[in-house]
């Protein structure tokens, strides 16, 4: 039996650092139904007993009215310096396609993509190989790149099922260079941000110092990056001020002290346990409180560099450096504000004051490494997490639906409506999307919002669509609302048929029918 297999999901949440409200509330209840089987056994005084028993089912219903209903979505997330190394044909295994419960959410974060002059000018101007693989694979399934981020070698993608895309809002994008005395960006943290269901969410994809004699080195890095990186929302003006903060990548940190015999040994028999105290991201987390709070799940895989490449060997090279922990994923739940020490006392005491009203709970349901990548000398690394949350809203900001039949013979009409106030703009427009489209801008044809003036809240506003910009093939597809000031998708209709069209066969583009034959 291995060590260690029965240890729990690490979980953590919005209003307490160890269970959810939902899971406090059900101990109190329990609790005090069990006092009120203890009033009916002990109690002489029917009346004594009576009084009892009314006061702790009072609780009791109280407690149960506080039960919040949320709702669960999965998040992947994959961290992996490639080593410029091209990507893999399949990467199937890396992204758990086929997991139950489904994935909602896909972060990847990457280090050391390849960085050269030509191939970053050209990556600018498309997307570059790494993001092409994970759209192929990912678009058939569902998903739609949010959006990326890319310094340099530093990559940062995000992926959402298509459903949830409209309560995906504020987007915004950063990066912090930290190489060569924050000059250089080989090294240092790209960031997203945006709000997920009205929580406020934050992945941070880091690169940082290498060798095991700058620990702190590392340390002041991220502490620079989480103090420094800013954005535009008052309410979330840096890294910290975000409900959930997800911080992954090369981090670099080592094992210290053990020989490389030592090293070798504990992990070939699966004693990984004896050189936890030594990792360095684990020593540092016991000095530093801005590390402490960031929670991460045991180390149960193998170290993850250095390897050969295509093997599952540790380095035969020259140097032989030391195995070790450098690639990692870790989380934070923003702390409940404490009261201060003028506030009220039964306010600043009760257990029950202060809850949050929608609360976010994250669980990580799987930690671990995919050896059966190669590629690289370091081994991806991949983590699971449940969110459970109280969604802040399910009403996407737009309704959006096509009118009538639509195919390229004639012109078509769709129909839009406001249905909550928001920034909106003269620049927003709505394309037209063929079903497992890859991003935003992945469009058949797109359509301006009405350029004369902005829309009223529950107005309903027509839009022409020329025939000529219409698919000529049939096909299912989707209209899309995209904000220019949101920066994202924040409403889609139902699937719909576009008709094969007559200039189809006129064109040649598909076989004439004559009489059920195919000329």
Same mark, same amino acid.
């Given at each position: 039996?291995?060590?260690?297999?029965?240890?729990?999901?690490?979980?953590?949440?919005?209003?307490?650092?160890?269970?959810?409200?939902?899971?406090?509330?059900?101990?109190?209840?329990?609790?005090?139904?069990?006092?009120?089987?203890?009033?009916?056994?002990?109690?002489?005084?029917?009346?004594?007993?009576? $009084?009892?028993?009314?006061?702790?089912?009072?609780?009791?219903?109280?407690?149960?009215?506080?039960?919040?209903?949320?709702?669960?979505?999965?998040?992947?997330?994959?961290?992996?310096?490639?080593?410029?190394?091209?990507?893999? $044909?399949?990467?199937?295994?890396?992204?758990?396609?086929?997991?139950?419960?489904?994935?909602?959410?896909?972060?990847? &974060?990457?280090?050391?993509?390849?960085?050269?002059?030509?191939?970053?000018?050209?990556?600018?101007?498309?997307?570059?190989?790494?993001?092409?693989?994970? %759209?192929?694979?990912?678009?058939?399934?569902?998903?739609?790149?949010?959006?990326?981020?890319? %310094?340099? /070698?530093?990559?940062?993608?995000?992926?959402?099922? @298509?459903?949830?895309?409209?309560?995906?809002?504020?987007?915004?994008?950063?990066?912090?260079?930290?190489?060569?005395?924050?000059?250089?960006?080989?090294?240092?943290?790209?960031?997203?941000?945006?709000?997920?269901?009205?929580?406020?969410?934050?992945?941070?994809?880091?690169?940082?110092?290498?060798?095991?004699?700058?620990?702190?080195?590392?340390?002041?890095?991220?502490? !620079?990056?989480?103090?420094?990186?800013?954005?535009?929302?008052?309410?979330?003006?840096?890294?910290?001020?975000?409900?959930?903060?997800? *911080?992954?990548?090369?981090?670099?940190?080592?094992?210290?002290?053990?020989?490389?015999?030592?090293?070798?040994?504990?992990?070939?028999? /699966?004693?990984?346990?004896?050189?936890?105290?030594?990792?360095?991201?684990?020593?540092?987390?016991?000095?530093?409180?801005?590390? @402490?709070?960031? $929670?991460?799940?045991?180390?149960?895989? #193998?170290?993850?560099?250095?390897?050969?490449?295509?093997?599952?060997?540790?380095?035969?090279?020259?140097?032989?450096?030391?195995?070790?922990?450098?690639?990692?994923?870790? *989380?934070?739940? #923003?702390?409940?504000?404490?009261?201060?020490?003028?506030?009220?006392?039964?306010?600043?005491?009760?257990?029950?004051?202060?809850?949050?009203?929608?609360?976010?709970?994250?669980?990580?349901?799987?930690?671990?490494?995919?050896?059966?990548?190669?590629?690289?000398?370091?081994?991806?690394?991949?983590?699971?997490?449940?969110?459970?949350?109280?969604?802040?809203?399910?009403?996407?900001?737009?309704?959006?639906?096509?009118? /009538?039949?639509?195919?390229?013979?004639?012109?078509?009409?769709?129909?839009?409506?406001?249905?909550?106030?928001?920034?909106?703009?003269? *620049?927003?427009?709505?394309?037209?999307?063929?079903?497992?489209?890859?991003?935003?801008?992945? !469009?058949?044809?797109?359509? *301006?919002?009405?350029?004369?003036?902005?829309?009223?809240?529950?107005?309903?506003?027509?839009?022409?669509?020329?025939?000529?910009?219409?698919?000529?093939?049939?096909?299912? !597809?989707?209209? &899309?609302? !995209?904000?220019?000031?949101?920066?994202?998708?924040?409403?889609?209709?139902?699937?719909?048929?576009?008709?094969?069209?007559?200039?189809?066969?006129?064109? &040649?583009?598909?076989?004439?029918?004559?009489?059920?034959?195919?000329?």
């Amino acid at each position: 039996m291995e060590p260690f297999a029965d240890i729990p999901r690490v979980r953590s949440d919005s209003t307490s650092s160890s269970v959810s409200q939902g899971s406090r509330s059900k101990v109190l209840l329990r609790q005090r139904l069990s006092q009120l089987l203890t009033c009916i056994d002990d109690m002489s005084s029917d009346d004594e007993a009576s $009084e009892e028993v009314s006061r702790t089912l009072d609780e009791a219903f109280q407690l149960c009215g506080r039960f919040i209903p949320t709702d669960a979505f999965r998040l992947h997330i994959v961290t992996w310096n490639v080593a410029t190394a091209e990507p893999p $044909e399949d990467v199937t295994s890396l992204l758990q396609l086929d997991v139950q419960p489904p994935i909602d959410l896909y972060v990847i &974060g990457l280090q050391e993509v390849n960085a050269t002059p030509v191939r970053f000018i050209s990556d600018l101007l498309v997307e570059d190989a790494w993001s092409h693989v994970f %759209m192929d694979t990912l678009a058939p399934r569902g998903f739609v790149k949010v959006t990326s981020v890319r %310094m340099q /070698g530093l990559l940062l993608l995000v992926f959402a099922k @298509q459903l949830h895309l409209p309560f995906i809002r504020n987007i915004q994008a950063t990066y912090t260079r930290t190489g060569f005395f924050g000059y250089w960006g080989n090294k240092g943290g790209v960031t997203v941000r945006f709000s997920f269901y009205g929580h406020m969410v934050c992945f941070l994809n880091c690169h940082l110092a290498a060798h095991v004699n700058y620990a702190l080195q590392r340390v002041d890095e991220i502490e !620079y990056i989480l103090e420094t990186q800013d954005f535009d929302l008052p309410d979330t003006p840096h890294v910290r001020d975000h409900k959930a903060v997800f *911080w992954f990548g090369d981090l670099n940190f080592r094992i210290a002290d053990h020989g490389l015999h030592f090293l070798r040994s504990s992990i070939n028999s /699966g004693r990984l346990h004896l050189l936890w105290d030594k990792d360095q991201l684990t020593m540092m987390k016991k000095k530093e409180a801005f590390l @402490q709070e960031f $929670e991460e799940g045991p180390l149960n895989f #193998k170290p993850t560099y250095k390897f050969d490449r295509n093997s599952e060997t540790y380095d035969t090279s020259g140097k032989k450096r030391k195995p070790a922990w450098t690639d990692r994923i870790l *989380w934070r739940i #923003k702390p409940k504000t404490l009261p201060s020490e003028d506030e009220d006392e039964k306010e600043s005491t009760s257990s029950d004051e202060g809850l949050d009203e929608y609360p976010l709970q994250v669980t990580q349901d799987k930690y671990t490494s995919d050896m059966s990548y190669g590629a690289s000398d370091h081994k991806p690394v991949i983590a699971t997490f449940s969110l459970e949350v109280r969604k802040c809203f399910d009403t996407p900001l737009v309704h959006i639906s096509p009118l /009538g039949v639509w195919s390229a013979d004639q012109d078509a009409l769709l129909q839009y409506t406001v249905q909550e106030d928001f920034m909106s703009s003269t *620049w927003d427009w709505i394309g037209l999307y063929k079903v497992g489209f890859k991003t935003a801008f992945d !469009y058949e044809t797109f359509v *301006w919002v009405r350029e004369e003036e902005l829309p009223e809240t529950n107005e309903v506003i027509q839009l022409h669509v020329d025939k000529d910009e219409i698919p000529l093939l049939s096909g299912h !597809y989707v209209l &899309g609302y !995209y904000s220019t000031n949101m920066q994202s998708i924040i409403a889609l209709s139902a699937d719909f048929q576009i008709l094969e069209s007559k200039r189809a066969v006129m064109e &040649g583009l598909v076989p004439e029918n004559i009489n059920g034959l195919n000329q």
